[in-house]
């Protein structure tokens, strides 16, 4: 300030030369000037003001199934008529006007009717009586039908992404510490896993209504029996397999295991693939019969099925290795050289195989000769992985970045959401049909 009022006071001077004022006065007319200036930094519209940049603020655009959802916060000011929005699309140049004004109260609007994986960008600004308008706030989004699911084990919550992965749509919390979860590709049911709560937890996600299911144990991997609205898990301190239907009941039980790890069931016939890790092995079940294959593997971690070919591929975190075993257990390949893998997921339309390697900070593509396609270094604890084969995008979950990332099917990084403390588990949903989401979370630089 005193800088401020010793060239405020030069400035006087300069301009009257011939007429000495007082000290004192000069500093007052030096503090006057101050702080206007100050109050001008504290109105929202001033492009100085250090919060607002002169911009409207909150924007987000939260991309859904062939629409986008735009919100902001309403304002209020003289001289204030509204706000003006504009759009382009990713193979635009220029911005058209969508809303030619839009009144002070209001806080959202719809772009619909729009095309599915194409970019589109938005402006907001503030339309003023003087014909004015201010510097636009900008966002983007890329429509889809895809809906990403995540659960972050530090803050117990799990959370609905968007159709691009570029921001948190909405978010349930309550939970001790979710670690795994599972999307019915067939309703709108999410499946979470609870383990140090001793709990299962469904989610109707078109209604928004969440079941607590007291499972007890340590409930971990997941595997949904799509259409049917039910679920095994695994339980690593009961070394059970346990099915539950979407009203909490328990249906059945398996045991036999030593802390199993991994689960994923077969469609066609209900059967199952288990990971069960302290026996080093991988087990093929049927409920009804029991066992039907056993194959050695040391501590195996994860596994998934390749719906076309019917092979599981398996990771092993301890031994830093994945193997592929064919239709009837047999071993077949194995494949080195990582940090230690946790996640996988199969895209059985393009015959890609998905590892996230957690300890290697990378996620690696495979073809199903286990050939390397690509790998995307340079991640922060990559640890579950799941696959949208209606566009061949890989979501990833980086549990120590605190992160969500999406993969092209070339291998490009498309988007990456810095918006949780510990990414745990996440799913996703290629066919959504849900509704909009409520809500919006705070914008994530």
Known sequence: ????ADALRHRVSFLM?????????VLLIAIGQL???????????????????????????????????????????SGLLGFRLWQRTAPESAYKLIAGLLPPASSRYVSSGLLNDVDHSYRLEYQFADGTTSLPSEDSAMPGRAVGWVVDGARGELSRLTADGRRVAQSWGGFTAPDALVADTTNDHVWVSDGSGGRLWLLRASTGVLLSIPAGGVPGDLAVVQGDSMAWYCDE????????????????????????????????????WVADRDHNRVLHMDPDVGLLGSTPMSRPSRLARDAVTGQVWATSFTARVVVRLGPDGSLQQTLSGFGGPVGVAIDSRRGRIWVADLNGGRVVA????GAQQFAIGGLPGPRSIAVDENTGRAWVACAEAGATIVIAPTGTVLHRLSAFESATGISVDGNATLPPPSGVAPAVP
């Open 17 to 25: 030369p011939s007429r000495r004022w007082p000290s004192a006065l």
């Open 35 to 77: 702080g206007c200036a100050t109050r001008d930094r504290l109105n929202p519209f001033d492009p100085a003001n250090g919060t607002t940049l002169g911009r409207p603020v909150g924007f987000a655009a939260l991309a859904g199934n062939r629409r986008v959802d735009l919100r902001w916060q309403s304002a209020s000011g």
């Open 1 to 4: 300030m005193v800088d401020r």
């Open 366 to 369: 495979f073809d199903r000769d």
């Open 237 to 272: 301190a009961r070394n059970e397999l346990r099915l539950y239907a979407s009203t909490g009941a328990l249906l059945d039980t398996l045991g036999g295991f030593l802390t199993p790890s991994g689960v994923a069931l077969v469609p066609l016939d209900g059967t199952l």
